[in-house]
């Protein structure tokens, strides 16, 4: 297979960056970062990513308010690696979280942190008892999105060639506060606010996306804004008083972040060129359920705890050696990733020869205890069926579960999707390197006690 011109540099670059990141995350951590924590959470509502980055002064052998100076000074040092790791968790469109960008090298770490570098901070202020120093980071959410918006002039997509009765509109409001059907699955869910969601209709007809937008407009203040309210004063401004007011059908995507509309409600934007424009200019408002407005806080909480479960886990795995898997900390939380997993030609069912490695799998894992939750995400080598291997690799995360449930790890504790060949750690040009990209990851989220 002859590839274009780049691309083999390209897909080393981001193996590159990602193995960069597998070993970044996995190496013990430096003292300070010991001492300094950072939490960061994403309000939809006000399109803005907050972080509050603390410094414990007792573990940084400094006395306050004497060290103000010195504690500060290590605080703006460590700020954009610390933040860094919580800002990979926000979700970028329908399949991908920035840590992901970031990895296969659409995004690069430099940009990232020049990014985080531009952020607004507060002032440091003690805590009461003058033993923690924290300060306060806010970035705005169209600034983060601006990573992704490379276009200089946005395109259009040809009217389609049959139309409904329509008028010009000053916005589109789309209602997705419903828990909707999800396309192409036979479950349901809540669509998830992200960076840069797509908008499809039924027949799943591209309607909107980031390079439909006026790239000045898009770096200004991102292509779609949230809200969960119905009263026109929160979203006036940017739909206007006569907006289209669309109900949802359907939400698309691995991170449910897609709505998709009726083809009536497409036929009424795309044949009227005024609403056209609107797509140009961004006037698009989602409604979403209140509870997705509020990312919570972003990544996995590396408290204690989580510690406890990585060495009991690492202690396991390594007192019988289990074949070719790796079990690091990264920014998803602790991950542990077996490749070259072997089932039967384009089908989920497993060879017998994985029955040890899935033994001793699930019997570490129990160490995380009670509380923990387990995502597992199945992955194939690319051979160019989109499709087919998105849906074989979903289907084969759903055995993996099966098989971790019948050795004792609760069903309703376990979570699965599906990537497909969208996120290869290896060129799928050799047979080693699709090897590697045939694999499945879990991804341990302990609990509030998870270590019982």
Known sequence: MTM????TGRILRGCAAAVLLLRAASSPLPAQQKTISAQSSVDWRISTVHSVVSLDAAKANISLPAGRNSALQLLEMELPALLKDTFFSIVVNSSERLGNAVARGEVSLADLNTMIDSGKKTPPYFSRDLSRISMTHTVSISQVGSLFIRHASPYMPAAPLDSTPSRAYSGILIDARDILPVHGEYTSAALVPCLLPKIWNENMDLLYEKNIVDPQIAIKRGIVRYSDSDNIESWMDLV?????????????GTNRTDPVISRKDYLKIMTVPENRELLKNGKIVILCRPEE????????????????????????????PVKKIDFSDTWEGLKLTMYDIRFIADSDQLLADETD???????????????ARFVIEGHTASVGKIQGEQELSLRRAARIAEELAKRGIPAERIASAGYGGTRPVAPNTTDEGRAMNRRVEIIVQTGSDGSD
């Not at 407005?293 to 396991?316: E, M, R």
């Not at 490695?357 to 509380?371: C, F, M, T, V």
């Open 4 to 7: 274009p011109a780049g691309t």
């Open 240 to 252: 206007g008083t006569d907006p289209l007011r669309i109900t949802a059908r359907k939400v698309f």
């Open 357 to 371: 490695r899935l033994d001793s799998i699930a019997s570490a894992l129990l160490l995380a205890g009670k509380n």
């Open 293 to 320: 407005l509020d990312s919570g806080i972003l990544g996995p909480d590396k408290n204690d705890d989580y510690y406890f479960v990585w060495q009991d886990i690492s202690t396991a795995l390594n007192r019988k």
